[in-house]
């Protein structure tokens, strides 16, 4: 199967839904009086919109043990 120019687009279009969610389950958290659940999810969801930001060739990868 060979990939579209549109795949990374489409991929990244993708991502930012699912952060959108994440942002609604967050506000959830905090109106059902969960506020530390809801602000760890809004940091981790901060964290994967700064790595969806990052020019392609900048992207943070996992580090080794050792």
Known sequence: MARS???PAR??????????????????LRRIHKPRLARQLEI???TLRQRIDEP????????EPG
Do not use: I
């Open 11 to 28: 991929y990244r279009e993708a991502a930012l839904m699912t952060l959108d969610q994440l942002d609604w389950c967050a506000e959830y």
């Open 5 to 7: 120019d549109t795949d």
């Open 56 to 63: 392609e060739g900048e992207a943070v990868t996992p580090e």
């Open 44 to 46: 981790n969801n901060s």
